[in-house]
């Protein structure tokens, strides 16, 4: 169900682009406003994000240790597992960020019955996960060639990389080869596809998906397969985008004619996309970074930190307070205190005089 | 603490969630799977909010007023304090990973107990009125209200996650669901949705110094009975002292160590390994709970019931904390002790007296853990061991949930056990260390009337022990955690019947050759310990 709404969603914001431009002439909405507006959106909404998380403190240092501790110097410790200094916890979150440390670390539940509980390796996440960003990064960076003039040589060099496996597929329809085939765009949208078969094949992650966890993936299916087909398939006026791209990049928009409703579909898409970073889980690239049990050292024994509002002395249950609750039965036990008893017998004055 | 459990009733454990969502599943509270509610004395005598007699089983559970302004005002005031909770909250993208890595999932098979729909119960909550597209979208957002039904949910669900945060470790952000748990333990706290395994043992811990409220004259009784038991099994009379002003270190370890088998052996291991060695040491009375009960309530109590421990050394005028086998003391002393109470400026950075050695790893806290100063004496061969009186016994050793992920204490245990035992065998890897398995009765849910969900929760460890038991023949678990030692002869008696539990330092001892002891017959549980003669004769019988 919750997958259907969102493919619905997906596709409905296709035809209001389509439409908008084909049949109402929206072109300036679609073309520029909007485009604009979601970029705004996506940076100003980007930054409020960050700045809300980091306004909370780290009243507490919480890492996650993976790994042996540093204690005592004869003893190995695993310094970025179990970082014991800044340094450590830095590669640890590179490891993170551009590895996918732990979901590398991935394991599956075999559960026979008997009951016998088994685990084995389960890389499949971690793959399309790890296939899916970079394509996503390679295409994103790839699209630069659209807003540049001329086009740097390192997006040119990223291109020719990402287009090396040439195929030629000549049809009527289909003539895949010329251009040369980009493999970020058909991994991109390859891998959305396979995250969204296997959100819907596992029973759990079925069970845990809401309409939030498929939207985005069918807006990028919906962006990749737009893209892949203006690439391929569609002729579109390739002059005429890049100099409606342009434009938006150098701030003087230029909206020339002849462009294809399809491209104001994949701009909107791409638009819906940015501008619905900031309000979702996709805050997930930003948030990453700020993690409290992976990017901090482990060092809060040997070196002290402070909770920024926890200021007040505490109030406890003093020693004092606890003698004077059970004096008469530690004397009696014969526990020292630091309070003697008072003498039942009322020669505590004679006492005290003679002192 | 009889149960129905079968091991063919939890061989039958259904992993696929139902067909109805999750928001319309209500949970059931069956015996043996929800805890008691707090008695509300327990509540008064630490001046906490809500104390009133209720019960989860009727349907009104007398829920204070403007209960729902109360919770909300509590997540506000934890997503500006925590930013944690507010990460947490925001950028779980339902991955999944987490799902099958939970003790309690695997033993209950119940969707809720994914961390990532644990998170989801407190999340759906904070998505409707703390988020910009819950407010519009509710219900598709993912968002839902606050109801009573909700709370009734969370005080299942959040007591039924020891924090053991195994979940954090394969998440691809490190959202931790131990933290979820703890605020949202604390939110319950708010209205008085406490257990009484959590609540009683914090008012006990802070008036009398320890979880069972033992008074200082019997807490020391306590102590002369184990003292009369090393007598009479190893020959040796130690007279420790408590509550000495001027001594060297304080010994601070939970109380659990002081009561019920087989944490008092653990108790007698310290005493005899501070009495071999000749350490200048106290033990505290007043500061004699370690396990620190207030982790489970909030972390205004915990700090509250950590104070004692500086406070005592403070008094004593000692030089440094020694600290026994515990694993939420340790996940306290490493993540918090210092931040919360310290700096403990008039203690000195601790330097172990027989051999040197400066912990420099304690440096602020000035607290060392038993298994490191143990493992820095074998290290620079200060102890008289025989291994070979460990010979009947095949080890193997559970990293416990907060030492492990936590702390990150590894190799030290390791180093000590191979060095007293000679029959060590680890369990397989997907269950030790960093990806060690929870207890299953950790974080204060270790009651009897529990005793169902324990089961089940343990079973993934239980199931690696019997791997082991089965490979290799071991017959015991270790572990440096007094919960552990607390629950899991229980939980060993159902599902891997021959294997008992010990300390560490319940091992040290007995391979522990001491000056004047007797020729050793028997182990500290008075069990004979046979000789390599013995067992040729056990075998031709």
Same mark, same amino acid.
């Given at each position: #169900?919750?997958?259907?709404?969102?493919?619905?969603?997906?596709?409905?914001?296709?035809?209001?682009?389509?439409v908008?431009?084909?049949? %109402?002439?929206?072109r300036?909405l679609?073309?520029?406003?909007?485009?604009?507006?979601?970029?705004?959106?996506?940076?100003v909404g #980007?930054?409020?994000?960050?700045?809300?998380?980091?306004k909370?403190?780290? !009243?507490?240092?919480? !890492?996650?240790?993976?790994?042996?501790?540093?204690? #005592?110097?004869?003893i190995?410790?695993?310094?970025?597992?179990?970082?014991?200094?800044?340094?450590?916890?830095?590669?640890r979150?590179?490891?993170?960020?551009?590895?996918?440390?732990?979901?590398?670390?991935?394991m599956?539940?075999?559960f026979?019955?008997? =009951?016998?509980?088994?685990?084995?390796?389960?890389?499949?996440?971690?793959?399309?996960?790890?296939?899916?960003?970079?394509s996503?990064?390679?295409?994103?960076?790839?699209h630069?060639?659209?807003?540049?003039?001329?086009?740097? %040589?390192?997006?040119?060099?990223?291109?020719?990389?990402?287009?090396?496996?040439?195929?030629?597929? #000549?049809?009527?329809?289909?003539?895949i080869?010329?251009?040369?085939?980009?493999?970020?765009?058909l991994?991109?949208g390859?891998?959305?596809?396979?995250?969204?078969?296997?959100?819907?094949?596992?029973?759990?992650?079925?069970?845990i998906?809401? =309409?939030?966890?498929?939207? !985005?993936?069918?807006?990028?299916?919906?962006i990749?397969?737009?893209?892949?087909?203006?690439?391929y398939v569609?002729?579109?006026?390739?002059?005429?985008?890049?100099?409606?791209?342009?434009?938006?990049?150098?701030?003087?928009?230029?909206? =020339?004619?002849?462009?294809s409703?399809?491209?104001?579909?994949?701009?909107?898409?791409?638009s819906?996309?940015?501008a619905?970073?900031?309000?979702?889980?996709?805050?997930?690239?930003?948030?990453?970074?700020?993690?409290?049990?992976?990017?901090?050292?482990?060092?809060?024994?040997?070196?002290?930190?402070?909770n920024?509002?926890?200021?007040?002395?505490?109030?406890?249950?003093t020693?004092?307070?606890?003698?004077?609750?059970?004096?008469?039965?530690?004397?009696?036990?014969?526990?020292?205190?630091?309070?003697?008893?008072?003498?039942?017998?009322?020669?505590?004055?004679?006492?005290?005089?003679?002192? | 603490?009889?149960?129905?459990l079968?091991?063919?009733?939890?061989?039958?454990?259904?992993?696929?969630?139902?067909?109805?969502g999750?928001?319309?599943?209500?949970?059931?509270?069956?015996?043996?799977?929800?805890?008691?509610p707090?008695?509300?004395?327990?509540?008064?005598?630490?001046?906490?909010?809500?104390?009133?007699?209720?019960?989860?089983?009727e349907?009104?559970?007398?829920?204070?007023?403007?209960w729902?302004?109360?919770?909300?005002?509590?997540?506000?005031?934890?997503?500006?304090?925590f930013?944690?909770?507010?990460?947490?909250?925001?950028?779980?993208?339902?991955c999944?990973?987490?799902?099958?890595?939970?003790?309690?999932?695997?033993?209950?098979g119940?969707?809720?107990?994914?961390?990532?729909?644990?998170?989801?119960?407190?999340?759906?909550?904070?998505?409707?009125?703390?988020?910009?597209?819950?407010?519009?979208?509710?219900?598709?957002?993912?968002?839902r209200?606050?109801t009573?039904?909700?709370?009734?949910?969370?005080?299942?669900?959040?007591?039924?996650?020891?924090?053991?945060?195994?979940?954090s470790?394969?998440c691809?952000?490190?959202?931790?669901?131990?933290?979820?748990?703890?605020?949202? &333990?604390?939110?319950?706290?708010?209205?008085?949705?406490?257990?009484?395994?959590?609540?009683?043992?914090?008012?006990?811990?802070? &008036?009398?110094?320890?979880?069972?409220?033992?008074?200082p004259h019997?807490?020391?009784?306590?102590?002369?009975?184990?003292?009369?038991?090393?007598?009479?099994?190893?020959?040796?009379?130690?007279?420790?002292?408590?509550?000495?002003?001027?001594?060297?270190?304080?010994?601070?370890t939970? @109380?659990?160590?002081?009561?019920?088998?087989?944490?008092?052996?653990?108790?007698?291991?310290?005493?005899?390994?501070?009495?071999?060695?000749?350490?200048?040491?106290?033990? @505290?009375?007043?500061?004699?709970?370690?396990?620190?009960?207030?982790?489970?309530?909030?972390?205004?109590?915990?700090?509250?019931?950590?104070?004692?421990?500086?406070?005592?050394?403070?008094?004593?005028g000692?030089?440094w904390?020694?600290?026994?086998?515990?694993?939420h003391?340790? &996940?306290?002393?490493?993540?918090?002790?210092d931040?919360?109470?310290?700096?403990?400026t008039?203690?000195?950075?601790?330097?172990?007296?027989?051999?040197?050695?400066v912990?420099?790893n304690?440096?602020?806290?000035?607290m060392?853990?038993?298994?490191e100063?143990?493992?820095?004496?074998?290290?620079n061969?200060?102890?008289?061991?025989?291994p070979?009186?460990?010979?009947?016994?095949?080890?193997?050793?559970?990293?416990?949930?907060?030492?492990?992920?936590?702390?990150?204490?590894?190799?030290?245990?390791?180093?000590?056990?191979?060095?007293?035992?000679?029959?060590?065998?680890?369990?397989?890897?997907?269950t030790?260390?960093?990806?060690?398995?929870c207890?299953?009765?950790?974080?204060?849910?270790?009651?009897?009337?529990?005793?169902?969900?324990?089961?089940?929760?343990?079973?993934?460890?239980?199931?690696?022990?019997?791997?082991?038991?089965e490979?290799?023949?071991?017959n015991?678990?270790?572990?440096?955690?007094?919960?552990?030692?607390?629950?899991?002869?229980?939980?060993?008696?159902?599902?891997?019947?021959?294997?008992?539990?010990?300390?560490?330092s319940?091992?040290?001892?007995?391979?522990l050759?001491?000056?004047?002891?007797?020729?050793?017959e028997?182990n500290?549980?008075?069990?004979?310990?046979?000789?390599?003669?013995d067992?040729?004769?056990?075998?031709?019988?």
């Amino acid at each position: #169900m919750n997958v259907i709404i969102s493919l619905l969603a997906v596709i409905v914001l296709g035809v209001i682009a389509y439409v908008g431009v084909e049949g %109402a002439g929206l072109r300036v909405l679609f073309g520029v406003i909007i485009p604009y507006a979601a970029v705004l959106t996506f940076f100003v909404g #980007m930054v409020y994000r960050v700045i809300d998380w980091a306004k909370s403190p780290v !009243p507490f240092r919480i !890492p996650t240790t993976a790994g042996q501790e540093k204690s #005592m110097p004869w003893i190995k410790p695993q310094p970025i597992e179990n970082p014991s200094t800044r340094g450590g916890a830095i590669v640890r979150m590179i490891l993170e960020v551009a590895l996918f440390r732990s979901l590398f670390r991935n394991m599956k539940l075999d559960f026979r019955q008997g =009951p016998k509980v088994r685990y084995s390796s389960e890389k499949f996440l971690w793959l399309f996960a790890i296939l899916f960003h970079y394509s996503f990064l390679v295409t994103l960076l790839r699209h630069l060639r659209f807003f540049t003039d001329p086009i740097p %040589a390192w997006v040119v060099g990223l291109e020719s990389i990402d287009s090396m496996f040439k195929v030629e597929v #000549m049809t009527p329809v289909i003539e895949i080869g010329l251009p040369a085939l980009l493999l970020s765009g058909l991994v991109l949208g390859g891998m959305a596809t396979l995250l969204l078969v296997r959100r819907l094949w596992i029973p759990q992650v079925r069970y845990i998906s809401l =309409p939030a966890d498929y939207f !985005p993936l069918w807006l990028i299916i919906g962006i990749a397969i737009t893209g892949i087909l203006m690439r391929y398939v569609i002729r579109v006026d390739v002059v005429g985008i890049k100099e409606l791209t342009m434009g938006l990049a150098t701030l003087s928009p230029a909206l =020339p004619d002849g462009v294809s409703g399809w491209f104001f579909v994949h701009l909107f898409l791409v638009s819906v996309l940015f501008a619905y970073f900031p309000f979702s889980k996709l805050t997930h690239m930003a948030g990453v970074f700020l993690s409290p049990t992976r990017n901090l050292v482990n060092n809060s024994r040997a070196v002290r930190h402070v909770n920024p509002w926890m200021t007040e002395p505490v109030k406890y249950h003093t020693y004092a307070a606890y003698e004077d609750d059970f004096r008469e039965l530690m004397v009696e036990a014969g526990l020292p205190v630091d309070k003697e008893l008072e003498p039942e017998d009322e020669s505590a004055d004679d006492k005290g005089e003679k002192e | 603490m009889a149960t129905k459990l079968s091991a063919d009733v939890l061989g039958n454990i259904d992993h696929k969630p139902p067909k109805q969502g999750w928001m319309d599943t209500k949970p059931e509270f069956l015996p043996g799977t929800y805890l008691y509610p707090v008695n509300p004395e327990s509540l008064k005598a630490i001046g906490a909010p809500g104390a009133r007699e209720w019960n989860p089983t009727e349907s009104d559970w007398k829920l204070p007023a403007d209960w729902q302004g109360t919770i909300k005002a509590g997540i506000k005031d934890r997503l500006n304090r925590f930013r944690s909770f507010k990460l947490f909250m925001d950028i779980c993208v339902r991955c999944g990973a987490c799902a099958d890595k939970c003790h309690f999932f695997i033993g209950t098979g119940d969707p809720k107990n994914m961390p990532v729909l644990r998170a989801e119960l407190l999340r759906s909550v904070y998505r409707q009125d703390f988020t910009a597209l819950g407010k519009v979208f509710k219900k598709m957002a993912g968002g839902r209200p606050l109801t009573e039904e909700v709370i009734k949910e969370w005080f299942y669900y959040f007591f039924q996650c020891t924090e053991c945060r195994r979940c954090s470790l394969f998440c691809p952000y490190g959202i931790d669901t131990a933290e979820i748990t703890i605020i949202a &333990r604390e939110l319950l706290n708010l209205i008085g949705c406490q257990i009484d395994w959590i609540g009683t043992p914090v008012a006990n811990c802070n &008036r009398t110094g320890n979880h069972l409220g033992l008074q200082p004259h019997t807490y020391k009784e306590n102590v002369e009975y184990l003292l009369d038991d090393i007598e009479e099994y190893a020959g040796v009379r130690i007279e420790p002292s408590f509550n000495r002003k001027g001594a060297e270190i304080l010994f601070v370890t939970p @109380s659990g160590d002081v009561f019920a088998e087989p944490g008092i052996f653990t108790f007698m291991g310290y005493l005899m390994l501070f009495e071999h060695i000749g350490l200048d040491y106290t033990w @505290s009375t007043y500061a004699s709970e370690g396990g620190n009960f207030g982790f489970f309530t909030s972390h205004e109590t915990m700090r509250k019931l950590n104070r004692k421990m500086y406070a005592e050394a403070e008094r004593l005028g000692v030089k440094w904390i020694l600290g026994g086998e515990c694993g939420h003391m340790w &996940r306290v002393v490493n993540q918090y002790m210092d931040t919360l109470n310290g700096p403990a400026t008039f203690l000195e950075k601790p330097k172990s007296p027989i051999t040197g050695t400066v912990f420099d790893n304690a440096a602020s806290t000035k607290m060392v853990h038993i298994t490191e100063f143990t493992a820095d004496l074998i290290k620079n061969n200060k102890l008289k061991l025989d291994p070979s009186r460990n010979d009947h016994l095949k080890v193997t050793f559970h990293d416990s949930c907060n030492v492990a992920r936590g702390m990150g204490m590894f190799e030290e245990p390791r180093y000590v056990l191979q060095n007293v035992c000679n029959n060590f065998y680890e369990m397989p890897p997907q269950t030790t260390r960093e990806q060690t398995f929870c207890c299953g009765s950790g974080s204060g849910l270790n009651a009897g009337e529990y005793l169902e969900m324990r089961l089940r929760g343990g079973l993934p460890r239980a199931n690696a022990v019997k791997a082991v038991h089965e490979e290799h023949g071991v017959n015991m678990l270790s572990c440096v955690c007094a919960i552990d030692r607390a629950v899991f002869p229980a939980l060993m008696d159902f599902w891997v019947p021959g294997v008992a539990v010990a300390g560490v330092s319940e091992l040290v001892a007995n391979a522990l050759v001491m000056d004047g002891e007797n020729e050793r017959e028997y182990n500290l549980r008075g069990e004979e310990i046979p000789t390599a003669g013995d067992d040729d004769a056990g075998e031709e019988e």
